[in-house]
């Protein structure tokens, strides 16, 4: 057999330095392989949330303190449920008023998870638990506006419900509370009430005739205020021009009386003058456009008219 089939087995052998650079790869890759592990399984609880630790599908722990955390791989799985409070649009649901009236009331609730164990356990989920409180609301809505006339529940100025909203809220709560739902319900506000389309009209048409109605009672009242006003007036002005005739007869007597004084005074000075004064006044009196008057030549009077003075 010649040397050049003759293989040295040793020659074929990895060298030291390639094992070396083979045990180190397979050290850094299971390093690797560690390192993601360990950052795929870290997570971060932040502001507002609550993460929910589950091991095969049960809760192992609930992580509310913002920062870093860990979960155990594969076994373990994380989810999120918010801690901030949520808003939550009720559907708009009928009702029967006191006065058996019916009406759409469409609310909102504003809610939050005071308990995601319990909310867990007894809710499972956020849309379970939404649809829970929803149903609780309507029929504590029901129960408190069934129990207040129609005028009350759309005129706030005529309606004596109060607190409507925060009794409906502790009932609420109060149910939420016994049956261990882990959630709190902060608000429940109404946003608008409607009529049902087949009542709308009739309802229109009621309201139109109570506000002719009331217009023609305006109209009424208005007119006999009117009429009040202009009879007051009319006594008024009545009083006032027998009032002002008085007063004006009185001030002609007062005149008069001083006239007749200053004449008495006057004429007392010359007893003469005042007999033919009253002379000629008789004259004026009884003497017309066709009286004949027939004087003696020598008498005064005829004296005076033929211009003797003497």
Known sequence: MSDENIVDINERRPSEEWRKFVKLGAIAAILLALLTTII????????????????????????????????????????????????????????????????????????????????????????????????????????????????????????SRGSFNELVRDRVNEALERNQYGIVLTDVRMKRTDLPQENEQAVYSRMISERHATAQEYLSQGDAEANRIQSNTDREVTEMIATANADANEIEGEGEAEAARIYNESFGRDTEFYQLYRTLESYEKTIGDETVIVLPSNSPYARILMGYTD
């Open 40 to 159: 795929s399984n870290l997570f971060i609880v932040e502001q507002g949330q609550y993460k929910v630790v589950r091991q095969f599908g049960e809760v192992v722990r609930i992580e509310d303190k913002p920062g870093l955390s860990y979960k155990i791989p594969f076994i373990q799985s994380v989810t999120t449920l918010p801690k901030y409070q949520m808003i939550y649009d009720i559907p708009p649901a009928e009702i029967n008023t006191r006065d058996k009236k019916r009406m759409l009331a469409d609310h909102y609730a504003i809610w939050r998870i005071e308990d995601p164990q319990l909310m867990i356990a007894n809710a499972r989920t956020e849309q379970h638990a939404e649809a829970i409180m929803g149903e609780l609301i309507f029929s504590a809505i029901r129960a408190e506006l069934g129990q207040l006339d129609f005028d009350e529940i759309i005129n706030e100025e005529k309606s």
